[in-house]
């Protein structure tokens, strides 16, 4: 799908980022992994305390990138699997459970990667 020209990968990583703080999710970390990776430049990593709530994070993220005018690629993964992974080309957001992300280690796999500051809701 075509993406919207106005949002740089990173600001597209970070309004997902930021999407996710006014939820409340948990653990945000915003990865940039151009450097090591060839499939993409940024990952968003969340937590939700339950499946519910990470059903409710997917959703925001969902809806803030769509007003953007960002589509998903494609989006895997059911919140009560644990994960869903949201694939927006060269930004890839995945919002966890608790249990889930201790399980994948995702930042550990990623960890040399570059983790990037933003401001996170209060």
Request: charge should be negative.
């Amino acid at each position: 799908m075509e993406q919207n020209m106005s949002l740089t990968n990173k600001e597209t990583a970070l309004l997902a980022a930021n999407a996710i703080s006014q939820k409340k999710g948990l653990d945000i970390v915003v990865l940039d992994i151009g450097e090591k990776s060839s499939f993409a430049d940024y990952f968003v990593i969340a937590s939700g305390n339950t499946e519910r709530q990470v059903g409710g994070l997917v959703d925001e993220v969902d809806t803030q990138l769509e007003k953007a005018g960002i589509l998903p690629d494609h989006i895997e993964g059911k919140p009560d699997s644990g994960w869903v992974l949201m694939d927006y080309g060269d930004v890839i957001v995945n919002v966890f459970t608790k249990e889930k992300r201790d399980l994948y280690q995702i930042e550990k796999i990623w960890g040399d990667g570059e983790f990037l500051e933003f401001e996170q809701a209060e």
